[in-house]
């Protein structure tokens, strides 16, 4: 038997059974070809089919409905306007360029801890400082008489702090709440060069002058010594370099390195304050060095500028010459040992 006539056996069959109306009727129809009952049960068997399929979907979608219905409606989300902003995607800040002001003023306050060192005597001052600070800069554009090939910023600077501070050293013992301040002024010109649109580099150089005064005359210490007046004065070269930074349309940094080149020393020392025979002695210094350093966070406003300026500063000072003095029936020879400073601190101030 061939396949086709396999088909047609089994198909012929499934109308016998399953369809016993159509196969009855095609049966008792003697003018109908074989073919034409073949075709009339195969258009039943489509139609049957697609009635089933159609009611099978009707299912789903009846299901689905129901499901629909008992399942509660999601209230539409409602965004408030923060998020709605957050949502919103933002295109980065243009950070502008450096300015080159030409002129502008700083001032503001400073506390620093101060601590002073004379490693042979193991002798120790130290104590923390409040004070005030104030800077005049002038930057020449092109065509000012002071914009030169080699300079075109220039700067004064002067600063001023007092507290009080404790003595302490292995031969006198100690004592507390000592008189203590100290002045400095500054002039330095320097050349600005703009690396980057938003770096400005600045190397600079001058002249610096620096008072100290120490005094804890009319006092005893632990040990029963007399104390007396100091006054340190110091002259020195500053080179040092800048880094002003625009980091965000707010916000910049100014970064300091300084070398000061020390020129001269003196100190006096008033021993006729703890025994009037006693003469007073000067003596010179002219070997030292120092250094100092800042990191400036610098907040822009609307023509003032607000900053914060953590820093340090350190000089180092070896032995003074010796020096001889003749007081009341009383010779004294002394010198000004190696001795070190440093202050540490932080500086708040405005400039516009």
């Known amino acids: 038997m061939s396949r086709t006539q396999l088909t047609f056996c089994l198909t012929f069959l499934y109308m016998v059974v399953a369809y016993p109306p159509v196969v009855s009727y095609a049966a008792g129809s003697s003018d109908r070809s074989r073919n034409q009952i073949v075709k009339e049960n195969l258009r039943y068997l489509n139609s049957h089919q697609k009635s089933q399929r159609n009611k099978n ?10 499901a629909q219905v008992a399942t509660p409606a999601r209230q539409p989300q409602v965004m408030s306007s923060s998020e709605l902003a957050w949502s919103e995607v933002k295109a980065p800040p243009i950070i502008p360029s450096i300015e080159r002001k030409g002129q502008h003023f700083e001032f503001g306050t400073q506390v620093y801890k101060y601590v002073y060192k004379e490693p042979i005597f193991n002798l120790e001052i130290e104590g923390a400082q ?9 930057r020449a554009d092109k065509g000012d008489p002071l914009e030169l090939d080699v300079l075109n910023m220039y700067k004064i600077d002067a600063r001023f702090a007092s507290g009080p501070v404790d003595y302490s050293s292995s031969p006198s013992g100690q004592l507390k709440d000592e008189d203590n301040y100290v002045f400095e002024i500054r002039g330095v010109a320097g050349y600005d060069y703009l690396a980057h649109e938003r770096l ?5 150089g001058g002249f610096g002058f620096r008072y100290l005064n120490n005094d804890s005359s009319g006092r005893r210490t632990t040990t029963g010594a007399l104390g007396y007046e100091r006054a340190s004065r110091y002259l020195y070269l500053p080179l040092g370099v800048e880094a002003l930074c625009q980091i965000t349309p707010s916000w910049k940094m100014m970064t300091n390195l300084e070398w000061d080149i020390f020129l001269d020393g003196k100190q006096t020392s008033y021993l006729s304050d703890a025994n009037t025979s006693f003469p ?3 003596n010179d210094q002219d070997r030292g ?3 100092r ?3 400036r966070i610098i907040k822009v406003g609307n023509g003032l500028d607000l900053f914060l300026e953590p820093f340090f500063r350190y000089w180092r000072i070896h032995d003074s010459d010796r ?3 003749v007081g009341t029936g009383v010779i004294v020879t002394g010198l000004e040992p190696d001795n070190n400073t440093s202050e540490y601190g932080v500086k708040l101030g405005l400039e516009y």
């Open 200 to 204: 400005l580099l600045t190397g600079y």
């Open 130 to 138: 409040y004070g005030v600070f104030g800077a005049y800069i002038y």
């Open 289 to 291: 060095y120092g250094l």
């Open 57 to 66: 979907r009707e299912e789903v979608i009846s299901r689905a409905l129901d």
């Open 293 to 295: 350093g800042s990191l």
């Open 323 to 325: 020096t001889t003095a």
């Open 280 to 282: 007073n002695i000067e």
